[in-house]
């Protein structure tokens, strides 16, 4: 099937995709932006209170001030010294016209915030935050765990408790996983690095095949638009053309996929990163290996399709509407594919890892979280082949009628008949 | 007379549509061959279907003898009506893709492209983006698209349609060049001077009918020995109202007329005479391409295929 001609399109297809601006940025910028993404809530919480912070709180109890006071030295020497705090005792009605007396320093942001823990927040732990910005969750974070931990302190001072028993009764449980799996004795710490790899893989997966479909879709209606589709038929096929074009595409799509997957080797095989390790990853080469086997196949298939599509329409707009069911058959494998790392060994990831296209998107987040049998990861590839020789023909059939048709937008029942056209 | 290309009674339909209706010609090696027609009478959709670009519902297309496939392909070289290049590719990178499409590579297709362009005077432009180029050069680097992978066999669909005058000539120049290195020639046109002036063998398509084929010399004499092409002063309407007319196009100053059987041209003349016609000249040998056209065509309801080898 790939002779003379459709390798000097695939070279061609090869070149026009690689060499861009927009292929190179994308493939240089997701890493960075899927990395940054899981960075950035903990840079927030580094540098989040990136303005000094002045917190007031008044305690109805002036008992509870000492206890406080501490509490919060100990966070403020430790965590932020961007927040400094002054303590108070006044009650509900003092706290009115103090408020109101303090209006003018807190709407100038002197003060950030007023805390008030009334009397009976000793019984139901509700106290009060005043503030121009109420929602600021990092006052919380920071706040809240602390003036509870006083609370308690307070609160069991003289009823006979060790320090020993108040630590225990306050600490959460931790679940450590282990797994248990034909590969290996005994059981094996389970990693968070896996988890992350599940939906790392799904995503990489999602816009891999979204990205370089989208960008052949366009390739097509390209050819098609400026009719050079007929210059090229007078030398090739119409199915020399498409398997070149596919070809083609589908080899950029596996350079990027490379490239971006290099990092994640990286980081998690390298010993010059300092990960936290349980985020070291529990994986052996052979799920690379099928995760790029299982990518590859994925493309074919679903090129072919978004082939098909841009040779229907002769503009991008028109095309952009006319992709949704190419769309949905790669949006919802990939929730799923994600959705499973909730719970990888049930029914649903199970039956999904071996439907056409959902397998695509699911075996290998699947693989990544769990010991997947050896005979299931035989099953996929021939489901994979078979899709692929039936969407291939359908597409083909649309293809070769569509890349002609030009001017009035078809429907999709004319499509439809093109499929029976003889051409 | 070899020939090098015969379409056989090929039929294709578009849904109810019939573009084209049991095609038949047949073009000899070495002749330059118009495809005459106006426009939607169903040149470019038999074209397509000589180049194996569309499948025939019925009928075939035959290359020395052989049906059409790849190899035709391998040596044809097909200009579209509707032109078309990746504009973001460089001239050079360009010309090499399409020759590469036909099987040709290497060294001798960039020393051709070289020298081509050199003639074209774009030898300047070779690295620069297609999208770059006026509109005229990026017509003088789709022909050079063409005929760089040097084809035994070229078809032009509607070539001569938005080129300016300089490109014109240029691609009749190499139409004529291609001719004398004993290429066939196709091409498809609803522009008779320039079909008249070229074409040495022509099919005429309606409503995806052929009317008529063969060749131009002897369809002219035939046409020829019954019409008078006459220029005149004075009135000759009362012709309408004569039984040896069989039609006129009359356009004031000059017309083509069409006598019933050719005896009667003498007493045509005769009678403008006697009629006091002032009779500037009075050719009874001569027609032009475009009256042939306008009287097969223009006739009502007269579908009857003129063969003439």
Redo the contacts between chains.
């Keep these: 099937m790939l002779n003379r001609r459709s390798y000097t399109i695939l070279k061609r297809e090869f070149m026009a995709r690689v060499f861009t601006k927009g292929f190179i940025l994308m493939t240089i910028l997701l890493p960075l932006f899927m990395f940054g993404s899981m960075a950035i809530p903990t840079m927030m919480m580094k540098f989040g209170g990136e303005k000094k912070s002045h917190i007031r709180i008044i305690s109805e109890t002036p008992d509870l001030i000492p206890t406080l006071k501490a509490s919060f030295d100990t966070l403020s020497s430790q965590k932020s010294r961007d927040i400094t705090f002054e303590y108070d005792s006044l009650d509900s009605v003092a706290l009115g016209s103090d408020l109101q007396e303090l209006r003018s320093d807190i709407l100038s942001n002197k003060i950030s915030g007023v805390i008030f823990i009334p009397d009976r927040a000793l019984a139901d732990k509700q106290i009060a935050y005043y503030s121009t910005n109420p929602n600021n969750t990092m006052i919380f974070m920071h706040i809240g765990s602390v003036i509870n931990r006083s609370l308690v302190d307070y609160y069991f001072r003289d009823k006979n408790i060790s320090k020993e028993d108040l630590d225990y009764a306050r600490q959460g449980i931790d679940f450590k996983k282990f797994r248990i799996s034909k590969k290996k004795e005994g059981a094996e710490e389970e990693s968070k690095g896996n988890e992350l790899l599940a939906f790392v893989f799904s995503f990489l997966l999602y816009m891999g095949v979204i990205i370089i479909g989208s960008g052949l879709m366009q390739s097509v209606i390209e050819e098609k638009a400026s009719r050079i589709i007929e210059v090229l038929l007078s030398s090739t096929h119409a199915q020399e053309l498409m398997v070149g074009k596919i070809i083609g595409a589908s080899l950029s799509g596996l350079l990027q996929m490379v490239i971006w997957i290099i990092p994640v080797l990286f980081v998690s095989f390298s010993a010059l990163l300092v990960i936290p390790p349980e985020f070291h990853l529990k994986v052996d080469s052979g799920l690379f290996i099928y995760f790029f086997i299982n990518y590859t196949v994925g493309l074919f298939i679903y090129l072919g399709l978004f082939a098909a599509v841009g040779s229907i329409f002769d503009n991008s707009q028109d095309a952009q509407s006319g992709t949704w069911p190419v769309a949905l058959l790669v949006a919802i494998p990939f929730m799923i594919g994600i959705s499973i790392v909730m719970n990888p060994g049930s029914i649903l990831s199970e039956v999904c890892s071996f439907l056409p296209f959902f397998t695509i998107f699911v075996m290998p987040a699947r693989m990544a979280l769990i010991d997947v049998p050896t005979w299931q990861l035989l099953v996929p590839p021939i489901i994979n082949i078979l899709t692929l020789t039936v969407t291939f023909k359908l597409a083909a059939k649309i293809y070769r009628v569509g890349i002609l048709m030009t001017g009035k937008k078809p429907l999709w029942s004319d499509v439809v008949k093109w499929v029976r056209y003889k051409y | 007379m070899s020939v090098a290309l015969e379409v056989r009674e090929v039929c294709k339909n578009f849904g109810a549509i019939k573009a084209v209706d049991r095609v038949s010609f047949v073009v000899p090696e070495g002749s330059i061959f118009a495809i005459l027609g106006r426009n939607g009478a169903g040149k470019t959709t038999t074209i397509?279907m000589m180049?194996n670009?569309?499948?025939p519902?019925k009928g075939e297309v035959f290359f020395r003898g052989t049906k059409v496939g790849?190899e035709f392909?391998?040596k044809?070289g097909?200009l579209?009506e509707?032109?078309?290049?990746?504009?973001?590719?460089k001239v050079m990178d360009l010309l090499r893709?399409?020759a590469?499409?036909?099987?040709k590579r290497g060294a001798e297709i960039t020393h051709r492209a070289k020298s081509y362009l050199e003639r074209f005077q774009l030898s300047d432009r070779i690295k620069d983006k297609v999208q770059d180029l006026s509109k005229g050069n990026q017509q003088k680097i789709q022909f050079l698209?063409t005929i760089l992978h040097d084809p035994e066999f070229v078809?032009l669909d509607e070539p001569f349609s938005g080129l300016d005058p300089i490109n014109t000539n240029l691609l009749k120049d190499m139409i004529l060049e291609m001719k004398q290195q004993g290429k066939a020639i196709i091409f498809s046109t609803h522009l008779m001077d320039f079909a008249e002036k070229l074409c040495d063998h022509l099919a005429l398509i309606d409503q995806g009918r052929v009317v008529l084929s063969g060749s131009l010399s002897q369809i002219k004499e035939e046409f020829s020995r019954r019409h008078v092409h006459l220029v005149y002063k004075g009135d000759i309407s009362f012709l309408h109202d004569l039984p040896i007319i069989d039609k006129i196009e009359d356009f004031g100053n000059t017309a083509g007329i069409r006598v019933k059987d050719p005896g009667q041209i003498q007493e045509l003349l005769r009678l403008l005479v006697a009629r006091g016609v002032e009779v500037k000249k009075f050719d009874a040998d001569e027609i032009s391409l475009h009256e042939i056209f306008v009287q097969i065509t223009g006739d009502t309801g007269e579908k009857t295929s003129t063969k003439i080898r």
């Design positions: 397509r180049m670009i569309y499948l519902d790849q392909k391998n044809v097909y579209p509707e032109r078309g290049l990746y504009k973001k590719m893709f399409f590469e499409l036909k099987g698209a078809i």
